[in-house]
């Protein structure tokens, strides 16, 4: 079946380190997103690929870097720039046109503090 | 710029009550509306849309929205709920204009629906 595969699933990140989340589709979308979730606060996007090789800054990109080596994937590292980091993060994909908005999810990588 | 404000963090409800989940908009440009459903720990799915044509757009499990433009409304209803309808929901808008934004999805802060037996 087709989809979306984040992982890990759970991660957990000592001060001072990067950390990459992984994101896969295997259903040939050209756009891919990254979205940072906290309770009551709705999903905030953090960076989005329309094309392999090309990336856009979303609403909260600071201490945050992808990138777009392949169409089916955009992995996200979490820089220790990034001083709240505990959140989960979710992976979406869409072909283009009308249909950007109609994206396709991963379960998500919650990522943890120690 | 665009803007999406759900009016309630958590509606609870009984099994077999209707339910409605507010939606309001704000955008400079017209918009596409719609509703995505999260189960615990999973990702999005997408539950409705309004693209165009009918302001009444109906979508997967009995839900229904409808598109108010003069109110800047997209509210979800449910004549009857079940157990398994218990989740968060979240309203989300697009510009249908072009520009820097498009293709950009703005999600509202999402509504926990729990649905008591």
């Known amino acids: 079946d087709g989809g979306i595969t984040q992982s890990p699933k759970y991660l957990f990140r000592k001060e001072g380190q990067n950390v990459t989340l992984s994101c896969e589709q295997n259903?040939?979308?050209?756009?891919m997103y990254w979205y940072r979730q906290d309770p009551g606060q709705g999903l905030r996007l953090i960076y989005y690929s329309q094309i392999v090789n090309d990336f856009q800054k979303g609403d909260i990109a600071e201490g945050y870097s992808v990138s777009r080596e392949k169409k089916e994937s955009f992995p996200l590292t979490v820089t220790s720039a990034q001083k709240n980091p505990t959140a989960f993060y979710l992976c979406a994909s869409s072909i283009e046109g009308t249909a950007v908005y109609l994206q396709h999810f991963g379960d998500g990588t919650r990522l943890s503090i120690l | 710029a665009q803007s999406v404000t759900q009016l309630d963090s958590q509606v609870p409800v009984f099994e077999e009550a209707p339910v409605e989940l507010r939606c309001n908009y704000s955008?400079?440009?017209?918009?596409?509306l719609f509703w995505y459903v999260q189960y615990p720990n999973q990702g999005l799915q997408l539950l409705l849309k309004y693209l165009s044509g009918s302001t009444l757009v109906k979508g997967i499990n009995g839900f229904e929205a409808e598109f108010n433009k003069s109110q800047t409304s997209f509210h979800l209803r449910k004549p009857s709920v079940h157990i398994s309808d218990t989740a968060e929901y979240f309203c989300a808008v697009g510009n249908n204009a072009g520009g820097t934004s498009y293709g950009k999805l703005t999600f509202g802060q999402g509504t926990i629906l729990t649905v008591h037996p």
């Open positions: 259903l040939n979308h050209d756009a």
């Open positions: 955008s400079s440009v017209s918009v596409y």
